[in-house]
C-alpha cells in the first residue's frame, strides 16, 4: 500500500497543486477554446462558398503557418530566458530578452512578407496537381487573394505574439485571455458581414475572410500594447522597454546560442508539416480540404495539451530559475500525468462527436467521410500528442534547445517525411494510410521523449550569470 502511495504520489499533487496549475492554465484553455471554436465556425463559413474556395485558403493557411511557427520559435528561445530571470526577480533580464523578441520579430516579418509577395504562385501551386478533380484555377486564384491580404497583418500577429509571451512567462495570462476574446469576436462579427455580405456589407468571399482576420490582429494588438504600458507597476520591466534597444552582450550571445535551435526547430517542423500536407494533396483536392476541417476541429479538441505545454514553460522554468530544482522535476512529472489522462478522456468524446461537423460543410460526401475518419484517428493517438508536446515544453523549460531540436523538427525529417513522401510518390495506398501511418509513428517519439525526460538532464539554471 506505501508503495502505491508513494507511486501515486508522485504523479498526482494536491488541492493547492492543482490550483496553482489551473490559475496558469484555465485562462489558456479559455482563450484557446474561444479561438479554436471561433476558427471553426469561420472555417464552416468559408466551407459554404465551396471546396475549391476552402482548399485556397487553406494552403494559404499552411504558408502562413510556417511564419507563425517561425515567431513562436524566435521568442520562445529568449522566452526560456525570461521566465527564468522573472523567477529569479530580474526585472532588467526580463526587459532584455523582450527586447530581443520584437527585434527578432521585425526581421522576420521583413523576410516572410517579401518571400510571399516574390513568390505566391510557386508556393501555393505545390498543393496542386493535374490529376485533381477540382479548377485549380480557382484554387490558386482564392488561396492567392487570401494570402496577399493577410501579409497585412502578420506585424500586428508578431509584435502581439512577442508581448503576449512576456506576459504569460511573467504570470499574467488573463490579459493575453481577454484579448485574444475580443479579437476572435471581432473576426467572427466581420467574417459573417464580409464573407456572405449581411446587413448591407460586400459580398467578399475568401477575401472578407482575410479582411476580418487583419482587423481581429490589429484589436487585439491594440489591447495588449494598451494594457501592458499602462500598468507598469504590476510588470515593471515595460518602464524604459523603448528607452533603447540595449541588450546586454553575454545575454545576446546566451539567447542566440540557445535560442538558435528553436527557431531553426519551428522553421524546419512547419516546412516539414507542410511537406506532409503536400504529400497528402497529391491524392487531390479532397484530401487537402478533409485535412482542413479535420484539424481544424481537432485544435478545439486540443487545448488541455496545448495549454499544458505552456504551462509546463511558465511554471517549471520559473522554478529551475528560482533554483528550486527537485520540486521542479516533481511538478512537472505531475502536469504531465495531468494532460495525458486529461487528452485520454478528450481523445473518446472526439471520437464519439466525429461525424456531427463535416456534415455542416457544403462539400462532397468523400470529404466528409475522409474528415471523419481523419478526426478519429487523431482521437486515438491525442493521448500519445499530449505527452510529446509537454516533453518538448518540459526540455525547452531548461534550455536543453538542442536536444529539442533532434526530438521535434529531426524527428519529423528523419522519421516521418521519408516513409509519408514515399507511399505518396512510390504507392497508389490511400489518403487515410498516410495519415494513420503519420499520427501512429508518434508513438516511437513518444519513447524518446520518456527517455529523455526521465534522464533528468533538462533540470539546470541558465541565467545566473547573463546579466
Known amino acids: 500500500m506505501t508503495a502505491v502511495k508513494k507511486v501515486f504520489g508522485?504523479?498526482?499533487?494536491?488541492?493547492?497543486?492543482?490550483?496553482?496549475?489551473?490559475?496558469?492554465?484555465?485562462?489558456?484553455?479559455?482563450?484557446n477554446g474561444i479561438t479554436n471554436f471561433v476558427n471553426l465556425l469561420d472555417n464552416i463559413m468559408v466551407g459554404q462558398l465551396g471546396t475549391e474556395s476552402m482548399s485556397g485558403v487553406a494552403i494559404a493557411n499552411q504558408l502562413i503557418f510556417v511564419f507563425n511557427l517561425c515567431v513562436f520559435g524566435g521568442i520562445s528561445g529568449a522566452g526560456i530566458f525570461c521566465a527564468q530571470f522573472f523567477g529569479s526577480g530580474n526585472s532588467e533580464?526580463?526587459?532584455?530578452?523582450f527586447r530581443f523578441k520584437l527585434i527578432l520579430c521585425a526581421l522576420l516579418c521583413v523576410a516572410f512578407i517579401s518571400i510571399f509577395m516574390l513568390f505566391d504562385d510557386q508556393l501555393?501551386?505545390?498543393?496542386?496537381?493535374?490529376?485533381?478533380?477540382?479548377?485549380?484555377?480557382m484554387t490558386l486564384s482564392e488561396g492567392k487573394t487570401y494570402l496577399m491580404i493577410m501579409l497585412v497583418g502578420l506585424i500586428p500577429f508578431a509584435v502581439t505574439s512577442s508581448y503576449v509571451g512576456t506576459l504569460r512567462e511573467t504570470?499574467?495570462?488573463?490579459?493575453?485571455?481577454?484579448?485574444?476574446?475580443?479579437?476572435?469576436?471581432?473576426?467572427?462579427?466581420?467574417?459573417w458581414l464580409l464573407i456572405f455580405g449581411n446587413l448591407g456589407f460586400p459580398v467578399m468571399g475568401v477575401a472578407g475572410a482575410a479582411v476580418a482576420t487583419v482587423l481581429s490582429r490589429y484589436v487585439e494588438l491594440v489591447i495588449v500594447v494598451v494594457w501592458a504600458h499602462t500598468h507598469k507597476q504590476k510588470h515593471p520591466y515595460m518602464e524604459g522597454l523603448y528607452s533603447s534597444l540595449h541588450i546586454s552582450g553575454t545575454l545576446l550571445a546566451s539567447i542566440i546560442r540557445k535560442?538558435?535551435?528553436?527557431?531553426?526547430?519551428?522553421?524546419?517542423?512547419?516546412?516539414?508539416?507542410?511537406?506532409?500536407?503536400?504529400?497528402?494533396?497529391?491524392?487531390?483536392?479532397?484530401a487537402i480540404a478533409a485535412v482542413n476541417i479535420s484539424s481544424t476541429l481537432s485544435n478545439l479538441f486540443k487545448v488541455v495539451f496545448f495549454a499544458s505545454g505552456n504551462a509546463i514553460a511558465i511554471?517549471?522554468?520559473?522554478?529551475?530559475?528560482?533554483?528550486?530544482?527537485?520540486?521542479?522535476?516533481?511538478?512537472?512529472?505531475?502536469?504531465?500525468?495531468?494532460s495525458v489522462v486529461m487528452c485520454g478522456l478528450i481523445g473518446m468524446a472526439l471520437f464519439i462527436v466525429a461525424p456531427l461537423f463535416p456534415a455542416m460543410y457544403n462539400t462532397t460526401d468523400e470529404v466528409r467521410e475522409l474528415a471523419t475518419v481523419f478526426l478519429r484517428i487523431t482521437a486515438i493517438i491525442m493521448p500519445v500528442m499530449s505527452f510529446n508536446h509537454c516533453c518538448y515544453f518540459t526540455l525547452r523549460s531548461g534550455g536543453k534547445t538542442i536536444i529539442t531540436f533532434i526530438f521535434d523538427s529531426m524527428f519529423i525529417w528523419v522519421v516521418l517525411l521519408p516513409p509519408t513522401f514515399a507511399v505518396a510518390k512510390l504507392t497508389a495506398l490511400s489518403v487515410v494510410f498516410m495519415y494513420a501511418m503519420v499520427q501512429g509513428l508518434e508513438l516511437i517519439k513518444s519513447v524518446l521523449g520518456f527517455i529523455l525526460v526521465k534522464g533528468g538532464s533538462w533540470i539546470s539554471n541558465i541565467v545566473i550569470a547573463d546579466i
Open 171 to 191: 504570470g499574467e495570462t488573463m490579459l493575453p485571455m481577454k484579448a485574444g476574446i475580443a479579437a476572435v469576436l471581432v473576426n467572427f462579427v466581420f467574417n
Open 10 to 31: 508522485r504523479f498526482i499533487g494536491d488541492k493547492a497543486f492543482y490550483g496553482m496549475i489551473l490559475s496558469i492554465a484555465i485562462p489558456m484553455m479559455i482563450q
Open 124 to 137: 501555393l501551386s505545390l498543393y496542386l496537381h493535374e490529376s485533381d478533380s477540382g479548377d485549380l484555377a
Open 315 to 338: 511554471i517549471v522554468g520559473n522554478l529551475l530559475g528560482a533554483g528550486r530544482m527537485e520540486e521542479a522535476r516533481e511538478t512537472d512529472y505531475k502536469m504531465i500525468f495531468t
Open 259 to 286: 535560442g538558435w535551435p528553436l527557431l531553426l526547430n519551428e522553421l524546419l517542423y512547419s516546412i516539414g508539416t507542410t511537406m506532409i500536407i503536400q504529400c497528402y494533396s497529391m491524392r487531390g483536392l479532397s
Open 93 to 97: 533580464g526580463v526587459r532584455q530578452t
